[in-house]
């Protein structure tokens, strides 16, 4: 009988045959955009179906497969376990929701050459990383991944940017795996044995397990947006096609957290409980800056792209809380907030596809992504604008949603920390709750700025006027994401019943069994401690509302007088008077703005009697980028710019070069201890 890796792996084959189909498709008069996506779309819902009954029938036992490739003494190893089946779980439906958006938003796509054979391509590198049962296999599917979607972001290289964005990407990218190829030669030790088996059956010294731990954070923090390591994530999303950023964003920063989550959690054995204090820390400093960055944006796909990093921050915060309780012999606790950390996983996945493919919606509409331009689509993309809305509150934590259960369940992790026996984590942990409820606080506030300016109010400018509701697959696959946000928070029992075979094996302990719980509450430690029914909070509000609007139009005043909207006091209702992003960030910009921004206003006033207009200058800094990355790229300048003249020696100056570092190389192993 084929294993379940084996099958899985034959359908990454036919992702890659997609691939070089759609490179032969592109020779040919058509684009066969139609045809490629409906084959993608139908290889990620089989994967989908072959997981779905492995999940029904035995999701816990393992399943292998080898390959006679990769390195001549090992080959390539393949493993489906309970981890890897919820990670390919996320990165096919994302897979099949990106295809059929694919199938409407495709046809508007000014180069589908440039898309077509990297779109499967990529889908196929996520699977193989998930899938990778060794180091080589893993690091080999982590490099034709990035590449793949290195090329998708490369699509449109000749607009502005882009290009900058795809170089910028790319160094990332690499640093990152060069960290990883460091980590997996510190865990195959001597030995050189780069099975994870043999990883897992190895124990490391707590030096060792420290250096892993960092260049895992640099590593596959790189690829999943952990501060400071985030700055190509905002350049390289909104440069790639829309359902592409959604794939990118949605899903291929859940790869990298897979990554890290399979090394610290599975690979590295038992953690020490200083390792969770490094990852709360970055954790809740990614999801403050992230948000904060986000709402000072105009562009809705970059504010949307700074959106993911605060995510990442909330699913790292609940990982170095699972480390903590882990390593101090708390496996509830633990089980708790690494359930809240691959809830918020799948609901990230969820509403951040719906956000980026409502942005694609809006830029096929009107070809803007700058707020400042947009506004008033409420009332010509009505069901984009419903759709888009979900998608708000549900990234905004408001109940009944998908993304308040997650964060509900990471805060109920926190209030389990005064059982922590370390000072640093009694102090750490409340600190970083403190974060993690400014970065709620902050999100809402920023998508209330997103929806409104952008659907809300008067048009901005002639383009909006002419701009018409988008093709039924891309409305289709928004609406479904949607419900989906919705089902999650109305019953997330059952996604947390489904998720106590990942933390079984890992943590050693599950949350209490939900299903069974009447009216289908959620408890996560006890029912005398907190629970809550997403289910009932739905039928209030539900409720509610229906009886707010039937009193409103029964006993309300029958005399209708229609007036001009309110415009602040100005007299002419034009759109210059309305909220722009810019002045809605203004609050926010003003208390945060000095430290993190080094943002400065200047105002220029017309002297008394003259009929120039008032100005307000903002400018604003990137410090990380320009401490940190800025003086690299210059070191780096200044280096090659020395160096250069080397390609210009004669053949007796290379020869008296080449001398000279041989006779450098024998005195070091001379002296060498």
């Given at each position: 009988m084929i294993s379940g890796a084996a099958v899985l792996l034959w359908g990454v084959a036919a992702l890659l045959g997609t691939a070089v189909l759609a490179i032969a498709e592109s020779?040919?008069?058509?684009?066969?955009?139609?045809?490629?996506?409906?084959?993608?779309?139908?290889?990620?819902?089989?994967?989908l179906l072959v997981l779905a009954s492995r999940?029904?029938?035995?999701?816990?036992?393992?399943?292998?497969?080898?390959?006679?490739?990769?390195?001549?003494?090992?080959?390539?190893?393949?493993?489906?376990?309970?981890?890897?089946?919820?990670?390919?779980?996320?990165?096919?439906?994302?897979?099949?929701?990106?295809?059929?958006?694919?199938?409407?938003?495709?046809?508007?796509?000014?180069?589908?050459?440039?898309?077509?054979?990297?779109?499967?391509?990529?889908?196929?590198?996520?699977?193989?990383?998930?899938?990778?049962?060794?180091?080589?296999?893993?690091?080999?599917?982590?490099?034709?991944?990035?590449?793949?979607?290195?090329?998708?972001?490369?699509?449109?290289?000749?607009?502005?940017?882009?290009?900058?964005?795809?170089y910028i990407y790319l160094v990332m990218?690499?640093?990152?795996?060069?960290?990883?190829?460091?980590?997996?030669?510190?865990?195959?030790?001597?030995?050189?044995?780069?099975?994870?088996?043999?990883m897992r059956a190895a124990s490391s010294t707590p030096l060792v397990a420290a250096f892993v731990l960092a260049l895992m954070l640099l590593g596959a923090g790189s690829k999943?947006?952990?501060?400071?390591?985030?700055?190509?994530?905002?350049?390289?999303?909104?440069?790639?096609?829309?359902?592409?950023?959604?794939?990118?964003?949605?899903?291929?920063?859940?790869?990298?957290?897979?990554?890290?989550?399979?090394?610290?959690?599975?690979?590295?054995?038992?953690?020490?409980?200083?390792?969770?204090?490094?990852?709360?820390?970055?954790?809740?400093l990614t999801a403050v800056l992230g948000i904060l960055y986000a709402l000072m944006e105009n562009d809705l796909k970059r504010l949307l792209a700074y959106s993911t990093i605060e995510n990442v921050g909330v699913i790292f915060v609940s990982l170095g809380l699972a480390l903590a309780f882990k390593a101090n012999a708390m496996p509830s606790a633990a089980a708790l907030a690494l359930t809240a950390a691959l809830f918020h996983v799948l609901n990230h996945s969820f509403f951040k596809s719906l956000l980026f493919f409502g942005a694609g919606?809006?830029?096929?509409?009107?070809?803007?992504?700058?707020?400042?331009?947009?506004?008033?689509?409420?009332?010509?993309?009505?069901?984009?604008?419903?759709?888009?809305?979900?998608g708000c509150v549900a990234i905004s934590a408001l109940p009944p949603f998908n993304g308040f259960v997650s964060e509900w369940l990471a805060f109920q992790a926190i209030l389990q920390s005064p059982d922590l026996p370390q000072w640093g984590l009694k102090v750490m942990v409340p600190a970083v709750g403190g974060l993690l409820a400014l970065s709620t606080a902050l999100a809402a506030a920023c998508f209330v700025k997103a929806f409104g300016i952008t659907f809300l109010g008067r048009p901005r400018s002639a383009v909006v006027e002419l701009a018409h509701e988008v093709d039924r697959c891309s409305l289709t696959t928004m609406f479904i994401l949607a419900a989906l946000c919705l089902l999650a928070g109305i019953v997330?029992?059952?996604?947390?019943?489904?998720?106590?075979?990942?933390?079984?094996?890992?943590?050693?302990?599950?949350?209490?069994?939900?299903?069974?719980?009447?009216?289908?509450?959620?408890?996560?430690?006890?029912?005398?401690?907190?629970?809550?029914?997403?289910?009932?909070?739905f039928l209030f509000i539900a409720f509610s509302a229906s009886a707010a609007a039937y009193a409103i139009h029964r006993f309300a005043s029958h005399a209708l007088?229609?007036?001009?909207?309110?415009?602040?006091?100005?007299?002419?209702?034009?759109?210059?008077?309305?909220?722009?992003?810019?002045?809605?960030?203004?609050?926010?910009?003003?208390?945060?703005?000095?430290?993190?921004?080094?943002?400065?206003?200047?105002?220029?006033?017309?002297?008394?009697?003259?009929?120039?207009?008032?100005?307000?200058?903002?400018?604003?800094?990137?410090?990380?980028?320009?401490?940190?990355?800025?003086p690299v790229a210059r070191a780096i300048d200044f280096a090659t710019d020395h160096l250069n003249h080397l390609q210009f020696l004669t053949i007796r100056r290379y020869l008296t070069l080449v001398f000279l570092f041989l006779i450098v190389l024998l005195l070091v192993l001379a002296l060498w201890p």
């Open positions: 020779r040919r008069p058509g684009s066969g955009t139609g045809l490629i996506y409906g084959l993608t779309l139908g290889i990620s819902a089989a994967v999940i029904a029938d035995d999701p816990v036992t393992p399943s292998t497969a080898a390959l006679p490739l990769g390195l001549p003494w090992i080959g390539a190893h393949f493993r489906l376990d309970a981890l890897s089946t919820f990670f390919l779980v996320v990165i096919n439906f994302g897979g099949a929701m990106a295809s059929l958006y694919g199938l409407g938003y495709g046809r508007h796509e000014s180069a589908p050459h440039r898309v077509l054979p990297f779109f499967p391509a990529f889908l196929a590198g996520m699977n193989l990383v998930v899938l990778a049962d060794d180091a080589f296999t893993f690091l080999l599917s982590w490099e034709f991944m990035s590449l793949a979607s290195w090329a998708l972001v490369m699509a449109h290289h000749r607009e502005q940017y882009n290009a900058r964005a795809g990218a690499s640093f990152g795996t060069l960290a990883l190829l460091l980590a997996f030669g510190l865990l195959a030790g001597p030995s050189g044995n780069y099975t994870f088996e043999a999943a947006g952990l501060v400071p390591l985030h700055v190509w994530l905002p350049l390289a999303h909104p440069a790639a096609p829309s359902h592409v950023s959604a794939l990118m964003s949605g899903v291929m920063t859940k790869v990298a957290i897979y990554g890290f989550i399979r090394v610290i959690f599975d690979l590295l054995g038992e953690p020490a409980w200083w390792s969770g204090v490094a990852v709360l820390f970055l954790g809740g919606a809006v830029l096929t509409a009107t070809g803007e992504r700058d707020m400042e331009k947009l506004g008033g689509l409420i009332h010509r993309m009505p069901f984009t604008s419903f759709a888009f809305l979900v997330p029992g059952l996604v947390i019943d489904g998720l106590s075979s990942v933390t079984l094996p890992l943590i050693g302990s599950r949350m209490p069994v939900q299903m069974a719980q009447p009216w289908l509450s959620i408890v996560p430690i006890a029912a005398s401690r907190s629970s809550y029914n997403g289910l009932l909070v007088r229609r007036g001009p909207a309110w415009g602040c006091g100005f007299p002419d209702v034009v759109p210059s008077s309305q909220y722009t992003a810019v002045s809605f960030a203004q609050p926010i910009r003003r208390v945060f703005g000095t430290f993190v921004f080094r943002a400065r206003e200047t105002v220029e006033m017309p002297a008394p009697g003259e009929t120039g207009p008032a100005r307000l200058h903002v400018e604003m800094h990137d410090v990380i980028w320009e401490a940190l990355y800025q």
